[in-house]
């Protein structure tokens, strides 16, 4: 039987200097890191850099980590950052189709289909940074909407907010797919 350390524990050895525990932690968490970089970035390259850039500022941040706020959340923060200012550098680019159509169906369905999910995809492409990374955090990646608060370091009321013109703007984006 495998027994799973708890976060907290390897945080706190990590800001201790154990390398093996930071590895450890950056094992468990560089999946969804990434996941919430590719959604944001939409090039497997640019999400594989800032998710790298993510763990290394995080390694050095760690003497300053607070434990106010979870270490999923502390990532997010950091990692939606850091796709921020890389949208901000450069003009938005077509995310990645994730998730591919089943190709037992009809190929004129499986088109329709593909089409429908690059619309979506183009998109959220076009939100503005603040938007799109709250449409994912919660969308995507499941968080609450205190979650997602803290890790774009808002309020719940201004996420709401976001969220809400990003789905209107993506609405309004794919409204020929109704």
């Given amino acids: ?64 980590f607070r434990h106010d706020s979870v270490l999923t959340t502390w990532l997010y923060r950091i990692v939606t950052r850091r796709c921020l200012d890389l949208i901000a550098a450069r003009r938005p680019t077509e995310a990645l189709n994730d998730t591919q159509p089943d190709p037992r169906l009809d190929p004129v369905h499986t088109a329709e289909q593909r089409a429908r999910l690059q619309a979506v995809t183009r998109a959220i492409a076009h939100l503005p940074g603040d938007q799109r990374a709250a449409l994912i955090l919660r969308e995507f990646e499941g968080l609450s909407y205190d979650q997602v608060a803290d890790a774009l370091n808002t309020s719940v009321p201004a996420i709401k907010g976001r969220i809400h013109r990003a789905r209107l703007a993506v609405i309004q984006h794919t409204r020929g797919w109704r």
Avoid: C, N
């Fill in 1 to 64: 039987m495998i027994l799973q350390v708890d976060d907290r524990i390897l945080l706190k050895a990590a800001q201790d200097g154990d390398l093996d525990a930071f590895e450890a932690l950056v094992r468990r968490h560089q999946p969804a890191v990434y996941r919430v970089a590719l959604r944001m970035l939409g090039s497997e390259a640019d999400a594989q850099d800032a998710t790298q850039e993510t763990f290394v500022r995080a390694w050095r941040a760690l003497p300053r």
